[in-house]
């Protein structure tokens, strides 16, 4: 059995529980002891403080995969990485889902977003959970109760309100900015735009990169993780802000690429298995264990989600349950080949990671499961050595790899960055198809829709396709069209103002200096 690489503590013990913060940014910890007390008592409880930050995006709630930070009637459902694949998975091109209920239907097809959808009440109300409690956290340790190594501590906990942010960001394009300077404050928190939670997320991360430690235990943020996520921000800038920051993305995507020690795994599986936490490519999970982190919104989602006992064998994938709920559909696995023989013969081995007995090629119907192939990729077993099945997944979620790293320089390349070569972006991109077993491709084949689709052959499933189709100019309008895009099997354009998500009803009524997008 794997074991957490942090220490995620029993809460009860130390005397501390989390209050949900949905309508609230001024919700503080209900405490036995005050956090400034419980430091000052026992400075090592900022271990256990630290790890639930680290653990909102991972689990629903402290107490097990019933319990929920945030509120909803299904506690699993509310969970961060589940709100992240639900949101940037589903609403693109690979990945449906056939439940249809209490709106993923309108995610899976992109139709009809409401800003009554819990799911994305779910991510935003996360964003602003994890927000606060970061704040509180770093209000104690900046008014007076030591710590040792108190700046790393600090430096970690900005991180992780950053990776909140980005999410803001990225996905709803508008928000409040709140710090550990507002936790006394009765005002409402005016709206900040895009361009004003960017330069924000962008200053925490140039500040944090000078101070956090270059390694760290595995799971937690060192400089090369915030490096990436600053990489990835400038990667989408022209996105976020109107004007394009290709050459600051380049200058941290090299930094991690010939600073951080990783390594591609030899073999891809190594990145998905339950035995993970061993590839030397992952340079930032979100941890999981079936044991001791129990969660129906961390890999479980993923893996169990992706499984049905009607047509495959679960134990195959360390996995005593199938729910039988998200298939791929031709725009990932036709990637590999445009006809199901075409696929079987590709020399690519991520072309074979989805299940094709019993399924068809063609989803005429998302809400059928034998319609689409089930994407095997992330598996509850080991790699190496033997592996039992549990009911929950430990296999951690890889949120930044290598790979990824290597196709964000040869975007940058493409796109003509300072600092950049197209050879050595070339380089990079075989290394990635060599390990698949995939042709090299050639110089000339080396530009922006090679790259767009070596990503999806890559990264899909991974909680990026989303944003990458808005980067490429590919999600709304009918430059790009995919299985039922726009609620119909072939496909149709969609508007432009799904490029973010409506804001909540919800937060809308918390606060009435946020405004609703466009076109909700």
């Given at each position: 059995m794997k074991n957490l690489r942090l220490k995620l503590i029993g809460f009860g013990l130390i005397g501390l529980l989390f209050a949900s913060c949905v309508n609230d940014l001024d919700t503080k910890p209900v405490v036995e002891l005050s956090l400034d007390q419980l430091l000052a008592n026992d400075p090592q409880a900022i271990e256990g403080l630290l790890s639930k930050m680290y653990g909102t995006f991972a689990l629903s709630g402290p107490n097990g995969p019933g319990s929920a930070d945030i509120s909803g009637p299904d506690p699993g459902e509310t969970a961060f990485l589940r709100g992240i694949i639900n949101l940037q998975d589903f609403t693109a091109d690979a990945i449906k889902n056939r439940w249809g209920d209490d709106g993923l239907d309108q995610l899976t097809t992109t139709k009809g977003w409401t800003p009554n959808n819990k799911f994305f009440r779910y991510l935003y109300d996360r964003v602003y959970y994890t927000v606060p409690q970061t704040n509180n956290i770093l209000k104690v340790l900046k008014e007076g109760v030591d710590v040792p190594n108190e700046e790393q501590y600090i430096?970690?906990?900005?991180?992780?309100?950053s990776l909140a942010y980005y999410y803001m960001i990225d996905c709803f394009g508008k928000g409040v900015i709140?710090?550990?300077?507002?936790?006394?404050?009765?005002?409402a928190v005016p709206e900040s735009n895009r361009t004003q939670l960017f330069n924000f997320v962008e200053s925490e991360l140039i500040d944090i990169e000078g101070k956090i430690s270059t390694t760290n235990t595995y799971g937690r943020a060192n400089k090369s993780v915030v490096r990436m996520l600053l990489a990835k921000l400038y990667l989408n800038a022209e996105v976020y802000t109107g004007t394009a920051r290709y050459n600051d993305a380049a200058i941290y995507i090299k930094k991690v690429i010939d600073e951080g020690g990783y390594t591609l795994a030899p073999n891809f599986l190594a990145n998905f298995s339950g035995d993970n936490n061993t590839s030397p490519e992952i340079i930032f999970p979100l941890l999981a264990d079936a044991v001791s982190s129990q969660s129906?919104?961390?890999?479980?989602?993923?893996?169990n989600g992706s499984l049905s006992s009607d047509t495959m064998t679960l134990s195959n994938y360390g996995a005593l349950q199938g729910w039988g709920g998200h298939?791929?559909?031709?725009?990932?696995?036709?990637?590999f080949g445009s006809t199901p023989t075409a696929l079987d013969a590709s020399p690519d081995s991520r072309a074979h990671l989805f299940w094709k007995n019993g399924h068809t090629y063609e989803m005429n119907d998302y809400k059928i499961w034998t319609n689409g192939y089930p994407a095997i990729k992330f598996r509850n077993s080991?790699?190496?050595g033997g592996s039992g099945s549990t009911d929950f997944s430990g296999t951690d979620f890889p949120l930044f790899r290598l790979a990824d790293a290597y196709l964000m320089y040869a975007e940058c390349a493409v796109r003509g960055a300072t600092g950049t070569t197209t050879s050595q972006a070339l380089t990079y991109v075989n290394d990635i198809r060599d390990r698949a077993g995939a042709t090299p491709i050639t110089l000339t084949e080396l530009n922006l829709d090679f790259i767009i689709d070596e990503r999806g052959r890559e990264?899909?499933?991974?909680?990026?396709?989303?944003s990458d189709l808005i980067r490429f100019g590919k999600f709304a309008g009918n430059t790009y069209i995919w299985p039922?895009?726009?609620?119909?099997?072939?496909g149709q354009a969609i508007s432009a103002n799904y490029n973010l998500f409506p804001i909540p009803t919800t937060a809308l009524q918390a606060n009435p200096n946020l405004t609703q997008n466009p076109g909700y």
């Open positions: 430096s970690e906990l900005r991180f992780l309100r709140v710090t550990e300077n507002d936790l006394n404050s009765t005002t129906y919104g961390n890999t479980t989602y993923i893996v298939r791929a559909t031709k725009a990932w696995y036709g990637l080991n790699l190496s990264l899909n499933f991974e909680g990026h396709r989303r039922w895009k726009g609620g119909v099997a072939g």
